[in-house]
């Protein structure tokens, strides 16, 4: 048998823009046999894959299907959706005669030209962190009426009872602009809570939030050619945010995983 028939296969929207979601939810609870409900719990977080670890026969059927309602969709083998490099976090940038230059303040430093952009995306992501806290708590207040009630009554000294040692985990929630720069060669990721906006110049502001969007205009015009995701879109088309299902730093992952297919 040919590995054509034989090997995993993906079905991934093929435009730039993902598909309607509720399109995209019909097409899914279609193909899987599965309710709308369900359907739109997957398609929320699909990012443009409309179907994954497929025969080739189930993932021609899925083309074939997004066709029939206008999708254009392109089958991949698994092994071509080859994983993304590890983001090489930069700190400074700098747009100078049409070159972009950046580093991490300390030994990576690189520069780009437009024609090496590939993708540009952007995402606001809740970023979770655990702290353990260890606290000393004492007997409750009822529970210490009760002994002092009962050294009253008897006389015995049996004390207000014994301290402990209690760990307690604290989530706590903070939301950051992430913005991936897909090159050639390597895959360039920037914050907004760590990043130098300086290069922004006269443009630049005290809020982190509003020189990221700036940032994000900056390298849409530098790199106009680079695939946009929906949270790059979104800002520079000045739409909501709160919109788009960005999680966890997975659902940006995986939305840059579909472009830097379409981009190959």
Not at 191 to 203: A, V, W
């Given at each position: 048998m040919t590995e054509e028939k034989t090997g995993i296969f993906s079905v991934i929207?093929?435009?730039?823009?993902?598909?309607?979601?509720?399109?995209?939810?019909?097409?899914?609870?279609?193909?899987?046999?599965?309710?709308?409900?369900?359907?739109?719990?997957i398609a929320r977080h699909s990012w443009g894959f409309l179907g994954e670890n497929l025969s080739g026969a189930r993932a021609d059927e899925l083309v074939e299907r997004c066709a029939l309602y206008g999708v254009k969709a392109v089958k991949m083998a698994a092994a071509d959706l080859a994983a993304l490099k590890p983001p090489l976090h930069i700190k400074k940038a700098v747009f100078a005669g049409g070159i972009f230059s950046y580093?991490?303040?300390?030994?990576?430093?690189?520069?780009?030209e437009k024609d090496d952009t590939l993708i540009i995306a952007a995402?606001?992501?809740?970023?979770?962190?655990?702290?353990?806290?260890?606290?000393?708590?004492g007997p409750s207040g009822q529970e210490r009426a009760i002994r002092l009630g009962i050294m009253a009554v008897t006389g015995l000294p049996i004390g207000l009872g014994k301290t402990k040692e209690v760990k307690?985990?604290?989530?706590?929630?903070?939301?950051?602009?992430?913005?991936?720069?897909?090159l050639k060669t390597d895959r360039l990721r920037l914050?907004?809570?760590?990043?130098?906006?300086?290069?922004?110049?006269?443009?630049k502001t005290y809020s982190s939030q509003t020189n990221f969007r700036l940032m994000?205009?900056?390298?849409?015009?530098?790199?106009p050619r680079a695939l946009k995701n929906a949270g790059?879109?979104?800002?520079?088309?000045?739409?909501?945010?709160?919109l788009l299902p960005y999680d966890t730093i997975d659902d940006f992952e995986k939305e840059t995983l579909r472009l830097s297919a379409l981009a190959r």
């Open positions: 929207a093929a435009e730039e823009r993902l598909p309607d979601f509720i399109l995209a939810a019909k097409i899914i609870s279609e193909s899987r046999g599965i309710n709308r409900d369900d359907a739109g719990r580093t991490d303040g300390n030994a990576l430093a690189g520069t780009a995402a606001p992501v809740k970023d979770e962190t655990i702290k353990v806290i260890k606290t000393t708590e307690k985990e604290v989530k706590t929630s903070d939301l950051s602009f992430y913005m991936d720069i897909v914050g907004s809570n760590d990043f130098d906006f300086s290069c922004l110049r006269e443009k994000c205009a900056e390298l849409a015009a530098f790199a790059l879109s979104a800002i520079l088309e000045s739409r909501p945010l709160a």
